[in-house]
């Protein structure tokens, strides 16, 4: 050790050989623990060896990296190894038994600034999107109740649970999960049945929002930068606001249902995490026989859906200001303008409503 350290440098990979040749496992090994101590500098108050080990060694002009080093100590002190063990944050396993055991739900605010608002859930299990929807606003309790009454009623149930923040958003779907599910004989029946909890911690839906980011949001959010950055948006302007969402959100729900469909049929990959089930989304929501599970889905009548929808829900999610719709449409018609199928056409009708409702 004297010798290499007084000499030239040397590389110390984990597979065990260096530049001279020289066996890491046998130079480690061969070592006396005193002198691995005392060349190495590397005390700790509670065990002989520490993982500063690789600064150390630099010190001595020895280049070992830090997985290399934790190597070595689970063979020079497997006791202080596991003594550190004990207190090591271990990371949380997710467990969902089945479909519908558990949705998630939340907002995303990328396209705030722009006046579109989105909001999604995804089933626990599966991870199947149950719906991804833009509008208005995704902080309206009577809007996200709608959003979530349309599921119960397309699948013919609720879920076991559902998972959200202590937004406001969240509290006529809090209470209409409560009310179907008050006379359940499960451990999370009635209050139970709503679980808050922060936004970040919604693992699994926010998860999912950084797909959705990556996959087409990113997209959006430079579109509609380029139109503020030649003067054609301002977010100031209720005008451009309103007009904005009107001429786009019909165009983005469309692509967002696209994106939504293509992932509820893909083939998620086996990971490390055996409680969630490789397949694909739509099968494993509505065929969980197939991986030995069972639905958890449970069912509601339909006047207690009547009833919630009645007090809970907004009759309807206008992409824009009814007023400006108004307008829109007869500055339309006079000017022979057709709604849009693309971003482009998108466009250019904004700049043609603009135009025409300013002057």
């Not at 000499?7 to 066996?23: A, P």
């Not at 467990?95 to 055991?101: D, I, M, N, R, W």
């Not at 709604?339 to 409503?353: F, G, N, Q």
Request: aromatic share 10%; with cysteine; hydrophobic share 35%.
């Amino acid at each position: 050790m004297k010798q290499f350290a007084g000499t030239k440098r040397l590389t110390l990979s984990q597979d065990g050989d260096n530049d001279e040749g020289i066996s890491l496992w046998l130079l480690f090994l061969l070592l006396p623990i005193t002198e691995f101590e005392h060349y190495a500098c590397i005390h700790s108050s509670d065990t002989r060896i520490s993982s500063d080990a690789p600064k150390a060694l630099n010190g001595l002009c020895l280049v070992v990296s830090r997985e290399t080093v934790r190597h070595a100590l689970k063979v020079l002190d497997p006791d202080g190894v596991e003594r550190r063990s004990r207190h090591k944050l271990k990371r949380r396993t997710y467990s969902a038994k089945g479909p519908s055991y558990i949705w998630h739900l939340d907002g995303y605010d990328k396209l705030k600034p722009f006046g579109l608002c989105i909001h999604g859930a995804i089933d626990g299990y599966s991870r199947r999107i149950l719906w991804l929807e833009v509008g208005t606003s995704n902080n309206n309790p009577r809007i996200v109740a709608r959003y979530f009454l349309d599921c119960a009623k397309q699948l013919d149930g609720v879920p076991r649970t559902v998972r959200g923040d202590r937004g406001t958003e969240n509290v006529n779907v809090a209470a209409m999960q409560t009310f179907f599910r008050r006379n359940g004989t499960d451990s999370m029946a009635g209050e139970k049945s709503f679980l808050y909890g922060r936004s970040v911690s919604n693992q699994r839906i926010e998860a999912w929002w950084s797909f959705l980011r990556k996959n087409d949001t990113d997209w959006w959010i430079n579109f509609f930068k380029d139109l503020r950055d030649v003067g054609l948006y301002c977010d100031d302007d209720p005008l451009h606001v309103e007009c904005l969402r009107f001429c786009f959100i019909p165009l983005l729900q469309e692509e967002l249902n696209r994106v939504a469909q293509h992932w509820n049929l893909h083939q998620i990959r086996p990971s490390l995490n055996q409680e969630s089930p490789p397949g694909r989304p739509d099968v494993l929501y509505f065929l969980p026989e197939l991986q030995g599970a069972s639905s958890y889905l449970h069912s509601v009548d339909d006047e207690e859906m009547s009833v919630a929808e009645e007090l809970c829900c907004d009759d309807r999610n206008l992409p824009a200001d009814e007023t400006f719709i108004e307008l829109a449409q007869m500055v339309m018609d006079d000017n022979n303008l057709q709604m849009p199928i693309t971003p482009e056409e998108a466009s250019t009708l904004y700049s043609e409503l603009l135009y025409h409702i300013e002057t």
